[in-house]
């Protein structure tokens, strides 16, 4: 039976911990559920929020709106497929926590996503923003999502070359509020391979003595790392890196070099560079730095916090406040990387 619930506080659906209420929100726990509840003529041409985890969200303002709560659980090994004996795959439902997703891939014996443990939020929203952490993106373990097509109201298949996934980008952003994910595939490359490519993976393993990792070992290496590094949005409200780390063609980062040798950037296939927009805001000064309620992280200045009854108001215009001195210092513009709404 379907509850929909008027006026309601968001404030606990957002891992930021922003003040905000939502005309309606309603709890999808099944595809049958998701129609029922787009076919309500109280919803009937309302905007309509998404809502996962609520983890990559910075809400500056009420929702005159309906929220859908994705709360689809289900979670399976699927039979080996004889055509691609490569790979073991894994389904679950859109509602699933990702991190105790990871967990129970690793416990299933379907080892791969371990990179990416403790990233906040669900299942189905890691295909939105091609979640990714410590070396390894979603997309090279992603299989298909199962999605509502709302254009035309029907369910759809989505493979890997269909959702167009970037860093932090897939067709899911590009076409926003047009699929609504109710379940995710993903492919596990056999036979496994350690990804601790990354320094404060190898750092961390070479640190505890382990030579060769196995996948539970580089799970909670991760988790230390984040741990570490990273606030617990259950303590410190957050939406993880606030900002992407900008892309920038080969000449304009030699030229950053040049000026800044301590610079820290990631050469790309294609020959562009990824700069750590953590470093950039670190060298303007920002680390540690709180704005009315609003803050950027002690440990990672790409993460802005939540220092207790902060609004979405403030948190913005402390983004703005970062992006201007790194823009003027270093003449790169920075991209928020959660929705504003
Ligand atoms: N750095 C500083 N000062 C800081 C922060 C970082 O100098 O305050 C330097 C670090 O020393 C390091 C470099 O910047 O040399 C990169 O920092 P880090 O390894 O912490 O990673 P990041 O590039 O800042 C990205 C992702 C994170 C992901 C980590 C680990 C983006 C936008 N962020 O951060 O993802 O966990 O790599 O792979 O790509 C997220 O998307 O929400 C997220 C947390």
């Known amino acids: 039976m379907l ?20 005309r309606y929100v309603v709890t999808i726990d099944s595809e049958a559920a998701l129609l029922d509840a ?36 289900h979670r399976e090994r699927l039979p080996d497929n004889p055509a691609d004996p490569c790979a073991r795959y894994v389904r679950g439902g859109a509602g699933e926590v990702w991190h105790d ?32 952490a410590y070396g390894l993106e979603l997309a090279e373990r992603f299989h298909e999502v199962r999605a509502l097509d709302t254009t035309t109201g029907a369910f759809v ?41 990354y320094a404060d993976v190898s750092r961390t393993l070479a640190d505890a003595g382990i030579a060769e990792p196995d996948a539970r070992q580089i799970f909670d290496a991760v988790v230390d790392i984040r741990r570490r590094k990273l606030p617990d949005p259950a303590q410190l409200g957050n939406a993880g890196s606030f900002f992407k780390n900008p892309v920038v063609d080969a000449a304009t980062f030699e030229a950053l070099r040049a000026r800044f040798p301590q610079a820290v950037g990631y050469a790309q296939p294609d020959g562009a560079w990824k700069v750590a927009a953590g470093w950039l805001i670190d060298q303007c000064g920002w680390r540690g730095k709180t704005v009315g309620n609003a803050g950027v992280h002690e ?10 009854g902060a609004t979405g108001a403030d948190i913005v215009a402390l983004a703005r406040a970062v992006q201007a001195s790194v823009r003027e210092r270093f003449g790169i513009s920075l991209d928020p990387e959660p929705l504003m709404l």
């Open 3 to 22: 509850q929909l619930q008027r006026d309601v506080s968001l404030r606990e659906f957002n891992t930021f911990g922003l003040p905000a209420t939502a």
């Open 38 to 73: 787009l076919a309500l003529p109280e919803l009937a041409g309302l905007p309509r929020l998404v809502l996962g985890g609520g983890s990559n969200l910075v809400l500056t303002r009420d929702f005159d709106g309906v929220v859908l709560r994705m709360a689809i659980r």
């Open 101 to 132: 997703f990871v967990d129970w891939t690793l416990s299933q014996d379907c080892p791969g996503l371990e990179n990416l443990a403790l990233i906040p939020g669900t299942l189905g929203a890691a295909p939105i923003q091609n979640i990714g």
């Open 157 to 197: 298949t989505c493979s890997r070359d269909d959702c167009a996934f970037g860093y932090r980008d897939s067709l899911f952003k590009r076409e926003p509020g047009r699929y609504i994910i109710v379940a995710v595939t993903l492919r596990l490359p056999q036979p496994w391979h350690a990804v601790t490519g």
């Open 299 to 308: 440990r990672q200045a790409l993460v802005l916090v939540n220092r207790g």
